[in-house]
């Protein structure tokens, strides 16, 4: 079935960075993106960014613009979320979740999402 | 950035009776193909979200039917006709017509 597949739980120190993973299977991994969305203990949801995995084409939230890069491996279907310089704040549950191979058009997103990595930063 | 704006964030609500929460964002969701790319998410309890609804009021497989979106332009709402004990939950909006994507603040939906 369809499905995304992210890694374990990760601990990690401020001013470190953490790579989190995700691993489609199911469906051609290429003629769709990835976003990944994050969520604080008991807050909502914030999307982060997306990349496509058509053409490795990748939109950031602006803030966290320098701190955060996504990337695929076409050869393996996973889809990779690292940021850097993490602080106690982005201490968090990460989702990906299936998105539009494109910016340039408008489709349905969102119908597949991961179970989750969460990442806790602390000293 | 597009701002969705939902109401209200606390819904307490009978077992058997129904529940609407609005959906309001910051500029038209209607894209240039026509479409209005409006998703809502249920999120219960150390889970993951998961999609009710795509383009205003298309409910996904399994999804059942006493859930129900409408609206257009900038105003959106999800309705429950019935609610039931699995329902308790988060419920989001995210639009997907404008880039970054954006999600309302979430409305916990709790039995009375």
């Known amino acids: 079935q369809v499905q995304l597949v992210q890694s374990g739980v990760e601990v990690k120190k401020p001013g470190a960075s953490v790579k989190v993973s995700c691993k489609a299977s199911?469906?051609?991994?290429?003629?769709?993106?990835i976003s990944w969305v994050r969520q604080a203990p008991g807050q909502g949801l914030e999307w982060m960014g997306w990349i496509s995995a058509y053409n490795g084409n990748t939109i950031y939230a602006q803030r966290l613009q320098g701190r955060v890069t996504m990337t695929t491996d076409t050869s393996t279907s996973t889809a990779y979320m690292e940021l850097r310089s993490l602080r106690s704040d982005d201490t968090a549950m990460y989702y990906c979740?299936?998105?539009?191979?494109?910016?340039?058009?408008?489709?349905?997103?969102?119908?597949?999402w991961g179970r989750g990595t969460m990442v806790t930063v602390s000293s | 950035d597009v701002v969705m704006s939902q109401s209200p964030l606390s819904l307490p609500v009978t077992l058997g009776q129904p529940a609407s929460i609005s959906c309001r964002s910051s500029?038209?969701?209607?894209?240039?193909?026509?479409?209005?790319?409006l998703n809502w998410f249920q999120q219960r309890p150390g889970q993951s979200p998961r999609r009710l609804i795509y383009?205003?009021?298309n409910r996904d497989p399994g999804v059942p039917d006493r859930f129900s979106g409408s609206g257009s332009g900038t105003d959106f709402t999800l309705r429950i006709s019935r609610v039931e004990a699995e329902d308790v939950g988060v419920y989001y909006c995210?639009?997907?017509?404008?880039?970054?994507?954006?999600f309302g603040q979430g409305t916990k939906v709790e039995i009375k």
């Open positions: 500029q038209s969701l209607v894209y240039s193909d026509g479409n209005t790319y």
């Open positions: 979740a299936r998105d539009l191979n494109s910016n340039w058009y408008g489709g349905d997103t969102f119908d597949i």
């Open positions: 995210m639009q997907g017509t404008h880039w970054p994507r954006t």
């Open positions: 383009k205003v009021s």
């Open positions: 199911g469906y051609t991994f290429t003629n769709y993106g």
